[in-house]
């Protein structure tokens, strides 16, 4: 069975650092592309980036508002994708869902596999 | 960015009855090479995850209802559920995966009339 588990998330205070992981089971992670996305309380979805598999480069892709702030990596010994956040401020407050896109030959990201979700609070 | 429209923003629809989803991009999302649109349809009901319902704009995703179905290309996109079923009431999204930033539509809430 196909699972995506987010862990680390909770309460932090603005200008702080928290990392967030997603442990894959169920599929071949090595070959898929992991992304992020986040949903605010009440709000839409937002994609925060995402990070091809190693054979397609690894190249890492973010949303301009966390762009220079947070970093995806993975370690696909361990079948873990990781979500770096730094300079954390209240906006950035959200439910974050990692997700998980099939290799496709354009390279297209269409999220197949969602984890459950991981809130962040942002606050003094 | 690509900009996706969605329309409208609430639906009530009685049992049984068919719902319809638009969703307009700000640019083609055709890619001509492989003529696919680059745009997903997911559902998404009050403390879960978005789900998974149409690819590449009218593929239905495995396990997906045959009640649900997507069309359109270049610009415009439908959702269709063609019999309203109680476990449908959801907030729908569109989605682009064309080009980043990948964005979404505002959501549609759909709801029993």
């Known amino acids: 069975e196909v699972q995506l588990v987010e862990s680390g998330g909770g309460l932090v205070q603005p200008g702080r650092s928290l990392r967030l992981s997603c442990t894959a089971f169920?599929?071949?992670?090595?070959?898929?592309?992991m992304s992020w996305f986040r949903q605010a309380p009440g709000k839409g979805l937002e994609w925060v980036g995402f990070?091809?598999?190693?054979?397609?480069?690894?190249?890492?892709h973010y949303g301009a508002s966390v762009n220079g702030r947070f970093t995806i990596s993975r370690d696909d010994s361990k079948n873990i994708a990781y979500l770096q956040m730094s300079s954390l401020k209240t906006d950035d407050s959200a439910v974050y869902y990692c997700?998980?896109?099939?290799?496709?030959?354009?390279?297209?990201?269409?999220?197949?596999?969602w984890g459950q979700g991981s809130l962040v609070t942002v606050s003094s | 960015d690509i900009v996706m429209t969605q329309s409208p923003d609430s639906l009530a629809v009685s049992l049984g009855e068919r719902a319809t989803i638009n969703c307009k991009s700000s640019q083609s999302i055709l890619y001509n090479s492989n003529n696919k649109n680059y745009l997903g349809w997911y559902q998404q009901k009050p403390g879960q995850p978005p789900k998974l319902l149409i690819y590449w704009a009218s593929t239905r995703e495995s396990g997906v209802p045959d009640r649900f179905s997507g069309s359109g290309s270049g610009t415009d996109f439908t959702l269709t559920i063609s019999s309203l079923q109680a476990e449908d009431v959801a907030v729908y999204y569109c989605?682009?995966?064309?080009?980043?930033?990948?964005?979404f539509g505002g959501g549609t809430k759909v709801e029993i009339k």
């Open positions: 989605h682009q995966y064309y080009t980043v930033p990948l964005t």
């Open positions: 997700t998980a896109s099939p290799p496709d030959p354009t390279g297209a990201a269409h999220p197949v596999y």
């Open positions: 169920g599929f071949t992670f090595g070959d898929y592309i």
């Open positions: 990070m091809r598999s190693k054979t397609s480069g690894g190249a890492t």
